[in-house]
């Protein structure tokens, strides 16, 4: 539509859009222009929307009125239609009545038909299920006790002829099955009969006749019946006799000889039907059976719950421990018998496997080696607190040893379980844990003088095992992985490293303590010993001594003992001894810069004395006494910072000592 006028302050297509809103219109176009403006333009809209109407009614006048026109003839040609059409329908209606008559007729007939050949069918299966019945009574009567191979053709044409009769039995009527269904059960339990002797033959014979046998049970979905009859027949009368208590009392291998007996039994009597059973690329293989997992796993599993219960007792854990691990070798050669993946997997995950597994009480066999091996230790904690080890030249402690012991007796083979891999390795942990707090609660003692005199040994060899203890932590790691073997993911080894570390760091934080305290019981025991230096001036003051020429007998007093440390520990004393020597470095120069002082002191006195004896005299003359005081020093501090040096390779980093030899040069000019 177009418009004369284009001066609008608005677009004239808006309106024409589906979500015009007069709201939003307005809003938008009042900051256009002002409300008298779009008043205007709107009008002038309204008459050129007007007008545009009136043009295009004039335009389409002409087929308006044609339209009109032509609708008034349209309904009455409408009503001429209506008759043809209603004799068109009555028709269509009569010939559909007369096709549905007929379509019921021919259905009728064809199901009279369908019923004439079900009976016909019935009639000719009751015929033929009379003539299997008798070719099963002559079949099977035929069937003797010699000839395996004969009877088991025999025995296959027989299962020709139920097949045949199972399937002619769908087709007949009730009544007529009814009255031949007991003549059916007997002969199929003749036929069942024959087969279980013709099996348990062919068992025995160990020839291609047990894969016949083997394919009639399968042919007739009697597979479960060949297990239970091989269960009753051939395992439960051997692993009765074998798996007894008496019989177990008797064993000189113990459990090993009753186990051994029954694989042998299975090796000799049922290796062959196993094979038959379980080896898909054997010739003769039969699909369907797994005589292990649901004949003779069920057997033993049922002769050990009710015959041997003594084994399952956790009383005597080393008793256990063999008669555990016996039947986890023993059922390990079952699963090997098993051949298949498949096999042993459905051997695992029976209910008699699990409950089995569940008759073994581990947790008390884990609770009473724990209160063994932590008892032990726990004694030797009590009662041999100090107490050297006689046993061993690796450790100087008794628990040291013990603990030793207890880590890894649980890794021993006539120990651990692998399904207790968890709980082992926890007392591992809960050991270094106990030993790292009996440490502590030592070194706390020897604060409290709760020790015998040697203190200092005490620590020095709580020391040197605690700190060889924790480099010895890698052994423990691979005897656990040599334990573990290949069966273990990288990650659980990773977990365990990580556990080690962390006690590991835990037990060098508390040999910290240990030393710190050590050092401390040194210092306090030798600090006396530097207090000798003040004696030097009683020496020589009016005593008419010579001068010396050696050091006091103190300075060698004073690292003698860190001398024989270093001898009898030369790993460990590196980490010892700059602290001590730092200790008494300080201690010795303050005692010398004392004694230096209070001779200073004197030789003022004295020289203010003789100056108010004899005002004339000004010089003052050195006293001999002090002479001698100070080189008597000088000798000791030289003989001092020289065994510093000669104990340890970083003397710069002795506390004091650059102070002492600043006395000691001051000395050496004065």
């Known amino acids: 539509m177009d418009f004369k006028h284009n001066t609008l302050c608005f677009d004239e297509k808006l309106f ?8 939003e219109f307005l809003t938008e176009h009042r900051r256009i222009a002002n409300l008298e403006t779009l008043r205007d333009d709107l009008g002038i809209f309204l008459k050129n929307l007007r007008s545009s109407t009136i043009e295009l009614i004039n335009k389409d006048y002409a087929d308006f009125v044609d339209l009109s026109t032509n609708l008034k003839t349209l309904e009455a040609k409408i009503a001429g239609m209506e008759t043809p059409i209603g004799k068109i329908k009555e028709e269509v209606l009569t010939t559909k009545i007369k096709l549905d008559n007929r379509l019921n007729i021919i259905n009728n007939l064809l199901n009279q038909r369908k019923l004439t050949r079900k009976k016909m069918q019935g009639l000719h299966s009751s015929m033929t299920i009379q003539l ?3 070719r099963l009574n002559s079949l099977l009567s035929d069937v003797s006790n010699a000839d395996t191979s004969s009877n088991i053709l025999k025995l296959e044409r027989a299962l020709n002829e139920i097949n045949q009769y199972y399937f002619h039995s769908k087709h007949c009527e009730a009544e007529f099955m009814n009255s031949v269904s007991k003549e059916f059960e007997n002969i199929f339990e003749i036929f069942q009969s024959h087969l279980r002797n013709s099996f348990l033959k062919a068992i025995k014979q160990q020839n291609k006749s047990l894969t016949n046998c083997l394919r009639l049970y399968v042919a007739v979905d009697k597979v479960s019946l060949a297990h ?3 269960r009753q027949e051939l395992v439960s009368p051997i692993v009765s006799e074998i798996l007894r208590e008496d019989s177990h009392r008797d064993e000189p291998s113990g459990l090993n000889g009753l186990f051994s007996k029954v694989l042998l039994f299975l090796d000799r009597e049922l290796k062959y039907l196993l094979d038959l059973t379980q080896s898909p690329g054997r010739d003769g293989y039969v699909r ?3 005589f292990m997992v649901h004949c003779i796993w069920l057997e033993i599993e049922e002769r050990l719950e009710f015959n041997l219960k003594s084994i399952y007792f956790p009383g005597n854990p080393d008793t256990f421990f063999k008669n555990y691990t016996a039947t986890l070798a023993f059922l390990n050669a079952l699963e090997e018998r098993c051949v298949t993946r498949t096999s042993v997997s459905n051997l695992r995950k029976t209910n008699a496997y699990q409950n089995f597994m569940h008759c073994w009480n ?84 020897a604060n409290l003088n709760q020790l015998p005199s040697s203190k200092i040994d005490f620590l020095i060899q709580l020391y040197s ?4 203890l924790s480099d010895k932590f890698p052994i423990i790691l691979n005897i656990v992985k040599q334990r573990l073997g290949d069966g273990v993911s990288l990650q659980v080894l ?40 003040s004696d030097i001036p009683r020496l020589y003051r009016r005593t008419n001594r010579e001068a010396p020429t050696q050091p006091c007998p103190y300075v060698a007093s004073l690292f003698s003992p860190i001398e024989n440390l270093q001898k009898s520990h030369p790993s460990h004393a590196s980490n010892w001894i700059p602290a001590i020597l730092s200790a008494f470095t300080s201690a010795y120069h303050e005692q010398v810069s004392e004694v230096l002082t209070s001779v200073q002191r004197t030789e003022e006195s004295l020289r203010k004395f003789k100056k108010i004896r004899d005002p004339s005299n000004s010089d003052y003359k050195q006293n001999t006494d002090d002479y001698k005081i100070r ?6 501090i030289e003989s001092y910072i020289n065994a510093v040096k000669k104990l340890s390779s970083e003397a710069e980093n002795v506390a004091n000592l650059q102070e002492l030899n600043n006395i000691l040069e001051s000395l050496k000019r004065n």
């Not at 947790?363 to 009473?368: A, D, E, K």
């Not at 095992?465 to 060889?468: Q, V």
């Not at 080189?631 to 000791?636: S, T, V």
Request: with cysteine; glycine share 2%.
């Open 494 to 533: 990773q977990n365990m490293e990580k556990c080690l570390d962390e006690s590991k760091d835990s037990l060098l934080r508390t040999l910290k303590k240990v030393e710190k305290k050590f050092i401390e019981l040194v210092i306090e025991k030798n600090i006396s010993i530097i207090r000798q230096v």
């Open 465 to 468: 095992d605690g700190y060889t």
């Open 362 to 445: 581990l947790s008390v066999y884990y609770t009473m080696r724990f209160q063994e091996y932590g008892g032990n230790l726990e004694k030797v904690i009590n009662l041999q607190k100090t107490a050297h080890t006689k046993n061993s030249s690796e450790w100087k402690l008794a628990v040291t040893e013990e603990v030793w012991t207890c880590l890894f007796r649980c890794w021993n083979e006539d120990v651990f379980i692998r399904q207790l891999t968890h709980r082992f390795w926890k007392f591992n942990l809960q050991t270094l844990a106990r030993y790292r707090v009996w440490m502590e609660t030592m070194t706390e003692a």
């Open 132 to 134: 299997n019945l008798e």
């Open 288 to 290: 369907g059976f797994d």
């Open 16 to 23: 024409f859009k589906k979500d015009f809103s007069v709201d």
């Open 228 to 230: 239970e009859l091989v």
């Open 631 to 636: 080189l008597q020093l000088q000798i000791d």
